[in-house]
Nanobody, 127 residues
Framework: QVQLVDSGGGLVQAGGSLRLSCAASGRTVSSLSMAWFSQAPGKEREFVASISPSGSTTTYADSVKGRGTSSRSNAKNTVYLQMNDLQPVDTADYYC????????????????????WGQGTHVTVSS
């Protein structure tokens, strides 16, 4: 059973940075395709970023390209999402998600069919 625990959210001023963390248990992150999704109040959940099981492949939503970096620590069995130059539009709940790896480079870009989810961490960006 895979469990994901999200953390790192909080209140930050516009232009600031946060690093979100997703600690996995029950499976190593090297055996999982992992992703971050966000859900703003009253809106549908949206893809933010994904990192492959190998860690060598990443992809980002257009809204975070150039501002977001996904990485991971095999030693800590944790993936991270570093977000810079945060803006009020980034205010949302952020969720870590994972599915069992198909290949070493498989990414997750849709939430449909993703079996494992963190509890979410809230990010508020003030103007």
């Amino acid at each position: 059973q895979v469990q994901l625990v999200d953390s790192g959210g909080g209140l930050v001023q516009a232009g600031g940075s946060l690093r979100l963390s997703c600690a996995a248990s029950g499976r190593t992150v090297s055996s999982l395709s992992m992703a971050w999704f966000s859900q703003a109040p009253g809106k549908e959940r949206e893809f933010v970023a994904s990192i492959s099981p190998s860690g060598s492949t990443t992809t980002y939503a257009d809204s975070v390209k150039g501002r977001g970096t996904s990485s991971r620590s095999n030693a800590k069995n944790t993936v991270y999402l570093q977000m810079n130059d945060l803006q009020p539009v980034d205010t949302a709940d952020y969720y870590c998600a994972a599915l069992d790896a198909v290949t070493a480079h498989t990414l997750v870009v849709e939430d449909s069919g993703v079996p494992y989810w963190g509890q979410g961490t809230h990010v508020t960006v003030s103007s």
